[in-house]
């Protein structure tokens, strides 16, 4: 009795470990399988990504050079502009202050009782000396 006790227990052990080995080689042909797809799919995928990051630098390289360009041509405006300002800005000014001046004075000419707008010196507004204006009433002397 005990024999076949023995024996059923071996046999339902290994149909266990029979079965169990079964399922396992499925699982092993099922990975296998995804594997393979996963590298047909992939080794395209990688050659496209080369060729994109090949690309790429290649444009990364023409705005590099572009910015090295940009870079030049500014300071060459900005040491023009600083030329351009030291040679005419002084004598500029002086020429655009004296044709206001100018065109005041014409503009005056004809209209001496116009008077000219108040000064204001450390805060108080007084009257213009040139066209003898009356004296403030809190001012001395």
């Keep these: ?3 076949i006790l023995v024996a059923v ?3 339902i ?4 470990l029979a079965f169990a080995l079964v399922r396992l080689a499925q699982t092993l042909k099922a990975t ?3 594997v393979d797809e996963v590298t047909e ?4 995928l990688l050659s496209e990504a080369s060729a994109t990051v090949r690309s790429a630098h290649t444009q990364l390289a023409r705005v590099d050079s572009i910015a090295a360009d940009v870079q030049e041509v500014t300071s060459n405006a ?3 502009s600083s030329t351009v300002s030291t040679a005419f800005g002084g004598p500029l000014v002086k020429v655009a202050a004296f044709g206001y001046g100018v065109r005041r004075a014409i503009g005056r000419k004809g209209r001496p009782d116009e ?3 108040r000064t204001v010196v450390v805060g108080k507004t007084l009257p213009s000396a040139r066209w003898g204006g009356r004296r403030n009433r809190g001012s001395k002397g």
């Design 1 to 3: 009795m005990a024999g």
């Design 9 to 11: 227990f071996w046999a």
């Design 13 to 16: 052990l290994v149909s266990f």
């Design 32 to 34: 296998t399988r995804l």
């Design 41 to 44: 799919q992939a080794v395209p």
């Design 78 to 80: 900005s040491a023009l």
């Design 115 to 117: 008077r000219p707008a």
